[in-house]
């Protein structure tokens, strides 16, 4: 049976599956256009396409000062992030009362996809989260969880990056088993003294403050008790000896140590003793985003994929024609189409929660299918443009590489797979409580 009779793969950033509504693809449009107009052109100028290129790891790591971003690459960055506040589109994931759009988890799901699916570019860098379209968690928290005086005090500045703050939960010994932590946060008079240490504390490097989850009650293994604290960078105590080298490089995954830190009582976020809430609600909100960026990042992959296949021959027929090379970008497409299915789904139900005040935990194992499988499948779909594209696909010069090692750290992070897999089939084997 001819395999070229078939329509050719959709235009970059063009995503296939279910139509959306009018609304979201007027917006897509306007974020296209937008990306035209101010973001593409300036990747283009002062060899900043060196950052994308094969040159890419090279150019944007200082290896002289550890192995961090250098600061003509986050330089970069800051500027896509001014133009694209002024255009209205960083922050539209936020409330309309901090300059947002009050774009709901379907909103940021779909543009997130979008975004990953127009492949690499100052639009949406993978290393570090960066995009035209911010992923604004950390403010949100401050705006949800904060007092008068922090939100104040960090909101607007996280937004335009006059303030950094990290999120500090994982440490040596302890990553998805949280609550078992061994930072602790005593009392001292009206103040909190931190002793602990945290691992892989992102953004560290250019970080003004911590979002730093410390005990502060109750026994090892117990959900309450967990308070987050915030703290300055420059706290008396608080160091980083050095920062993880990574499979994808630069890093600003810092180890922090916190000896004797002082902070005033007010540096509590949200209640005392409920910091995992915090945690909680961020992490939600990620999960579901990344699984879309997956999910865009893994079409790519595949689009490419065929295209390549449809214009290279091999032994004098089109490799299209093969099903060594048709059956396996078979099952990747009907993957992500069954993912970018589940994502959108459960999108439109955490926003259903949100209007009704409900807690997302109820649907938490949703979140969790689309997050482990949405990070899977970006992995294999990454590696198979690799090997259908043969040498050049294992090359720098292709983005795929590049793809695969960037995503391959999800399955790990934000809670690693087997997490989001026990999450599940908590719910699945009536476990949970």
């Not at 330089?75 to 589109?89: C, F, K, P, S």
């Not at 994502?343 to 689309?370: F, N, Q």
């Not at 499948?377 to 010069?397: F, P």
């Amino acid at each position: 049976m001819p395999a070229l009779d078939a329509p050719a793969p959709p235009p970059r950033g063009e995503v296939p599956g279910s139509a959306l509504p009018a609304r979201l693809t007027a917006l897509l449009a306007d974020l296209d256009a937008f990306v035209a107009a101010e973001i593409d052109p300036l990747e283009q100028q002062d060899d900043n396409v060196r950052f994308f290129d094969h040159r890419r790891e090279f150019a944007r790591t200082d290896v002289e000062a550890g192995g961090v971003p250098r600061a003509e690459w986050e330089e970069l960055l800051a500027e896509v992030r001014r133009r694209a506040d002024a255009a209205g589109w960083l922050r539209y994931s936020l409330p309309a009362e901090l300059g947002g759009r009050d774009g709901g988890n379907v909103d940021m799901a779909v543009v997130r996809e979008h975004l990953a699916h127009r492949g690499l570019g100052l639009h949406n860098d993978l290393q570090n989260e960066h995009s035209v379209v911010g992923n604004l968690v950390v403010p949100h928290l401050l705006h949800l969880f904060g007092t008068a005086e922090q939100r104040e005090e960090f909101v607007e500045a996280l937004v335009t990056g006059e303030r950094r703050m990290s999120f500090a939960l994982t440490e040596p010994d302890h990553g998805s088993d949280a609550t078992w932590m061994e930072t602790r946060a005593e009392r001292d008079g009206g103040d909190w003294v931190v002793t602990g240490r945290k691992r892989w504390i992102t953004g560290v490097h250019t970080g003004t403050h911590l979002l730093v989850f410390a005990r502060t009650s109750g026994r090892p293994g117990e959900a309450r008790g967990i308070s987050a604290l915030l703290v300055p960078i420059d706290a008396p105590g608080l160091s980083v000896p050095h920062f993880w080298w990574t499979l994808n490089m630069p890093t600003d995954h810092g180890e922090v140590v916190l000896d004797a830190v002082r902070v005033p009582g007010s540096a509590v976020l949200g209640a005392e003793g409920e910091g995992l809430a915090v945690a909680q609600t961020f992490v939600h909100e990620n999960r579901i985003r990344q699984a879309a960026s997956g999910v865009g990042a893994a079409q790519f992959c595949i689009d490419r994929s065929v295209e390549h296949a449809r214009q290279r021959s091999t032994f004098g027929r089109p490799l299209a024609e093969r099903q060594a090379i048709q059956w396996p970008l078979v099952e990747l497409h009907t993957e992500a189409e069954l993912v970018r299915t589940l994502i959108r789904a459960t999108a439109a139900d955490l926003d259903e929660l949100t209007a009704r005040g409900e807690p997302a935990v109820t649907i938490g194992h949703r979140v969790s299918m689309c997050n482990y499988r949405g990070n899977r499948l970006v992995c294999d779909a990454a590696d198979r443009a690799m090997q259908v594209h043969g040498g050049m696909g294992y090359s720098r010069h292709l983005p795929f590489e590049h793809i695969y090692r960037h995503h391959r750290r999800y399955r790990i992070t934000e809670g690693s797979e087997e997490i989001q897999m026990r999450r599940v089939a908590g719910q699945l084997f009536g476990f949970l409580r």
